[in-house]
């Protein structure tokens, strides 16, 4: 029932990403303003690291006991990933209830899915208790439908890149402007050290609105320590904490905006109850965010491979994302790596490929189940090929490739699924 719904949402609305605030402000008019009841609200926005650092601050609250709503987007597997009503994911009746109230409401007015999806979350959320609203933006930031909340508790703005430039612009300016769009007045924001060009904007966005702009490697920092546990420094704390459970170098700082953040709401503006650091060293430990770097140790495709063999996943789709992968492979040169690799026709397959081509011993590639917009396997090979690939060569589906990397009678190797969100939630559904 909740996929037919789903489905007709899809259709009546199309994917067809119009900017604006104006119908979803004109919708959450009619449901009585839902965003104006929500719990002290963090909106974090950014190109890559949204995400993590939101699982971050949602696993550093569960573990002080806080009820935490969360808010993001894509889902992978289910839909109703994207709603976490105080710690829990509605079920699927619950859920059927909440679309089809919004849509009624809409009484079929022109509107986007992630606009009806994202009233339905405000109203969730206005209608049961918690202690702190988590918001991920979808696209961009100034006009991105989350970008309602006129006086959030604090925003957070995660490494900036070239991304989605057939909306945002084609320049990096043009991009950090617009994830600059949901700073507030006087609200104080979180952001990654961020590169000169984007650092004059976010700067002279906040001079403009008299706010607080607390920078990584200015008002706090974060180094791995030689027993590989977290070192943060604050203005008013030093954390040492146990490494994040999830892989990659670049988590450490996803992590560290999340903890200034924490540090900022309960231990500056003491807004939130304390977190005390047992309940931080058990968020880093228990932290989850799938298809980030995600080591896949059972299931049908996991059973595919033979003893000493690894099968990874990882949803990064832009070439900030390949350049982080391309550091973390220099953690692995213990065996070859190869890849089964996807990506959508909206994305910059040649900036993702040139960082990461040569990396491979062999490529297979794949089109995306399901997805209008994926470039055809035969297209990603070519692409592959014209960065240098070694072994570049188009494949049936994901476990096709996974069967052909293996009968290369290569030593023990690890396979990284990689290009796509939307094929890393395929690849988590079949999976199991």
């Known amino acids: ?62 573990a002080a006991g806080l009820r935490v709503h969360v808010y993001t987007s894509p889902h992978l597997v289910r839909f109703a990933e994207r709603i976490r009503i ?6 699927d009746a619950e859920l059927l209830a909440l679309l089809e109230e919004v849509e009624a409401v809409n009484a079929g007015a022109p509107i986007t899915f ?34 309602v909340v006129e006086r959030p508790a604090l925003t957070v703005i995660t490494p900036i890149a070239m991304d989605h430039q057939q909306f945002l612009g084609d320049r990096i300016e043009l991009i950090a402007a617009e994830k600059a769009g949901i700073m507030k007045r006087t609200v104080p924001c979180i952001v990654a ?12 966005r906040s001079l403009e609105l008299g706010l607080p702009l607390i ?23 030093e954390w040492q904490l146990p490494p994040p459970v999830l892989s990659g170098a670049f988590q450490m700082r996803n992590a560290a905006l999340a903890l200034a953040a924490i540090e900022r709401l309960t231990r500056v503006d003491r807004i939130l109850p304390d977190v005390p650091p047992a309940a931080l060293a058990m968020g ?33 789709h832009n070439p900030h994302a390949a350049e982080a992968l391309g550091r973390h492979f220099r953690g692995w040169r213990d065996r070859p790596v190869m890849a089964v690799f996807g990506m959508l026709s909206t994305k910059d397959v040649d900036g993702f490929l040139k960082h990461l081509a040569t990396r491979f011993h062999s490529i297979r590639t794949v089109a ?4 209008t917009a994926s470039l055809s396997a035969e297209a990603v090979a070519e692409a592959a090929r014209r960065h240098n690939a070694m072994d570049a060569r188009p494949a049936a589906d994901v476990a096709a490739a996974i069967a052909e990397l ?25 999976n199991g």
């Open 1 to 62: 029932m909740i996929d037919a719904v789903l489905d007709r949402l899809t259709r009546l609305h199309p994917k067809v990403i119009d900017l604006s605030l104006h119908r979803v402000l004109t919708l959450l008019d009619k449901l009585g303003h839902p965003q104006t009841r929500l719990p002290p609200v963090i909106h974090v926005a950014g190109t890559n690291g949204k995400g993590s650092t939101v699982a971050f601050l949602r696993a550093f609250f569960e």
């Open 86 to 91: 105080a710690g829990r994911i509605p079920d």
């Open 114 to 147: 992630f606009e009806v999806t994202t009233a339905a979350a405000f109203l969730a959320f206005s209608r049961t208790p918690a202690d702190v609203c988590i918001l991920e933006t979808g696209l961009g930031g100034r006009l991105d439908a989350t970008n």
């Open 215 to 237: 920078k990584e490697g200015e008002a706090f920092f974060v180094r791995a320590m030689p027993d590989g546990s977290l070192l943060y420094k604050g203005p008013t704390v």
């Open 406 to 430: 293996v009968g290369l009678g290569t030593a023990p190797a690890r396979i990284l699924i990689c290009g796509s969100l939307y094929l890393a939630g395929t690849v988590l559904a079949e």
């Open 284 to 316: 880093m430990r228990t932290v989850e965010w799938p298809a980030r770097l995600q080591h896949l140790t059972r299931g049908p495709l996991v059973d595919r491979l033979p003893a000493g063999w690894e099968l990874w996943l990882d949803g990064g």
């Open 368 to 371: 995306i189940p399901g997805e």
């Open 193 to 204: 050290d961020p590169e000169r060009k984007v650092n004059k904007v976010l700067e002279g």
